[in-house]
Each structure stands twice: as structure tokens, then as C-alpha cells.
T-cell receptor, first 117, second 114 residues
């Protein structure tokens, strides 16, 4: 199946700094990628839809100025957590659909565990 | 709106026991249904899927049948193994074109004891 690579897999940062997470589709082009956040022992909550060449679409309650999304190419989307605080500590995971696939199923990155200290 | 209701965990079973994890959904259209599995420290992996009513998805001994009349997609396995310990997510999407989000259930943590 298609491969989505997410980097880094874990990061620890100081409060007030910014962290960038990359999501790459390795063997297909993805015009749309999705960013999810997973709180401990809870489900994945969609944060935003990343659209290549245009602005991301954010879900209600997600601060677009805090979670900056850039989808500059058909194989790369980045999520930057700006001025991170301990409450931003979470597991962030991206997904992309291979439009050439039989079902256009979603393929997920490995996830990034962010810890803000 | 669209939603997925999933059996709450955690679920603990002995090896070789029969497993059922319930999942029901509400959707405005005709969704495709999925089960994803998340092993400790890893991201999500697609376990199985079904795209229309009465379809049965199966993989690694797991199976689930798309039941439109009961709006359900229950996950079953006849004989679980320790390696099946993971978190299982039921999900749906209304898109066949790969440009729509997935809606997830809350996840069910499964622990299999030897």
C-alpha cells in the first residue's frame, strides 16, 4: 500500500517555542492531507484539512494561528505548533488518501508525540 | 452530523477467546466503514474495510460485516492472540474520492492475556 511518513516521531520542547511536524506521501501525490490530534485514551479528533496550494480548513475550536499548516507540494504538508504550551502535549498524526487506490483509503503516518515542558 | 459509537473498553480476554467489539454509526449518506488498529507506540493501520451494505471485510482473522439495517459494523475474531493487544478504532467516511475526512469512534483498548 501507499506510504505516509511523518517526522519526527517524538519531540520534547520548551514552553513558548515552536515545533514543526512534517507529513510526506512517499509514493503518491496527495492533494489533501488531514491532521488529527489524539488525547490520551481518547479518539482521534480532526484538527484540519490541508489542501495543496491553498489555505487549510480548520475544524471548529482549532486555533489556526496556533496550529499553522502549510501544504506547499503534492507530497508534503507541515504542521507547526506555535508558542507551544504544556496543554499542547499530545499525539499528532497525519493521513493522506491515495486517489489512485481502489477505495482511496486513508494512509496514516506513524504519528508524532509532542511533549511540551 | 455523522458519528461513530464504539464499545467502550478496556476489554481484557484470555488467549483463544472469542472477540466482539461493537460499532454503530449514524451518517447522512452511504458511508464506507473501516476498522483501524493502533499497536503500542505506533500510528494507525487499516485492519479491514467495507464499502457497501452486506460487504464483509476481513484480515488477519478479524472480520466485520456492514449491516445497513442495524447501522452496525461489529468487529469479530474467533480466537484472539496476545499479539492482538492494541487499540481498535471504528471509522467511517462518506467519500469515495479520497477527499473527505474520517470520523472515528473513541477506540477500544484490547488486552489479551496468555
Amino acid at each position: 500500500g501507499a506510504v505516509v511518513s511523518q517526522h519526527p516521531s517524538w519531540v520534547i520542547c520548551k514552553s513558548g517555542t515552536s515545533v514543526k511536524i512534517e507529513c510526506r506521501s512517499l509514493d503518491f501525490q496527495a492533494t489533501t492531507m488531514f491532521w488529527y490530534r489524539q488525547f490520551p485514551k481518547q479518539s482521534l479528533m480532526l484538527m484540519a484539512t490541508s489542501n495543496e496550494g491553498s489555505k487549510a480548513t480548520y475544524e471548529q475550536g482549532v486555533e489556526k494561528d496556533k496550529f499553522l499548516i502549510n501544504h506547499a507540494s503534492l507530497t508534503l504538508s507541515t504542521l507547526t505548533v506555535t508558542s507551544a504550551h504544556p496543554e499542547d502535549s499530545s499525539f499528532y498524526i497525519c493521513s493522506a488518501n491515495d486517489p489512485q487506490g481502489i477505495l482511496s483509503e486513508a494512509f496514516f503516518g506513524q504519528g508524532t508525540r509532542l511533549t511540551v515542558v | 452530523g455523522d458519528s461513530v459509537t464504539q464499545m467502550e473498553g478496556p476489554v481484557t480476554l484470555s488467549e483463544e477467546a472469542f472477540l466482539t467489539i461493537n460499532c454503530t454509526y449514524t451518517a447522512t449518506g452511504y458511508p464506507s466503514l473501516f476498522w483501524y488498529v493502533q499497536y503500542p507506540g505506533e500510528g494507525l493501520q487499516l485492519l479491514l474495510k467495507a464499502t457497501k451494505a452486506d460487504d464483509k471485510g476481513s484480515n488477519k482473522g478479524f472480520e466485520a460485516t456492514y449491516r445497513k439495517e442495524t447501522t452496525s459494523f461489529h468487529l469479530e475474531k474467533g480466537s484472539v492472540q496476545v499479539s492482538d493487544s492494541a487499540v481498535y478504532f471504528c471509522a467511517l467516511t462518506l467519500s469515495n474520492f479520497g477527499n473527505e475526512k474520517l470520523t472515528f469512534g473513541t477506540g477500544t483498548r484490547l488486552t489479551i492475556i496468555p
